[in-house]
């Protein structure tokens, strides 16, 4: 079957780094996707990878190991607006998304 | 604001009612979706519409029924649900459903009690 594990929760300091996992086990690969989801409003995209490396976007960074299977989402200089769930998802062969639980990270002052 | 608007945003409903959620999205995408959210588990995939027409239906129940009159519009029909059926129902929509880039935009949820 197909599947994606993520922590469900992690915590940090405002203004400290936090790296958030992602593993994945799925029928073909088109891509990795990371989305923000705040308390009670839609989820957004952050970010996409389909080839190895490092993707850099201001304080948000994903990486991706596709023989791995594995996927981080690198945040830094924390702020407490960062308080979300942060959803990995990946698209299989037949472009369907397949979506983990979400890791809620809590950021304390 | 993600140019994808549902209504009602909170919705309660008794097992033998019958609702309709609706969804807008304002972006001139071809394709659209239903998820279902229950917390801590991950998004389920109900249906997609693609230029109007159903292109999955993944093993819903036939209490729930999709109605996508044009690509800008997406309806979820309610009746007789279960307790189980609460949850956050999101719309998304997404240029295609195929592509290289495939960002799917949300709309804010509708959240449903079925009581």
């Known amino acids: 079957g197909q599947n994606i594990d993520q922590p469900t929760e992690m915590t940090a300091t405002e203004g400290a780094i936090v790296q958030i996992n992602c593993t994945y086990q799925t029928s073909g690969f088109n891509g990795l996707f990371w989305y923000q989801q705040h308390a009670g409003e839609a989820p957004t995209f952050l970010s996409y990878n389909v080839l190895d490396g490092l993707e850099e976007k201001g304080r948000f960074s994903s990486f991706l190991s596709r023989s791995k299977g594995y996927s981080y989402l690198l945040l830094k200089e924390l702020q407490m607006k960062d308080s979300a769930s942060y959803l990995c998802a990946v698209m299989d062969s037949n472009y369907q998304l397949i979506w983990g639980a979400g890791t809620k990270l809590i950021i304390k002052p | 604001e993600t140019g994808v608007t549902q209504t009602p945003r909170h919705l309660v409903m008794g097992m033998t009612n019958k609702k309709s959620l609706k969804c807008e999205q304002h972006?001139?995408?071809?394709?659209m979706y239903w998820y279902k959210q229950s917390a801590k588990k991950p998004l389920e995939l109900m249906f997609v519409?693609?230029?109007?027409?159903?292109?999955e239906n993944n093993s819903v129940p036939s209490r729930f029924s999709p109605e996508c009159p044009n690509s800008s519009h997406l309806f979820l029909h309610l009746h007789t649900l279960q307790p189980e059926d609460s949850a956050l129902y999101l719309c998304?929509?997404?240029?295609?459903?195929?592509?290289?880039?495939?960002?799917?935009?949300f709309g804010p949820g509708t959240r449903l009690t079925v009581t």
């Open positions: 972006l001139g995408h071809n394709a």
């Open positions: 998304a929509s997404s240029q295609d459903i195929q592509g290289v880039t495939y960002e799917q935009y």
């Open positions: 519409y693609n230029f109007k027409e159903q292109t």
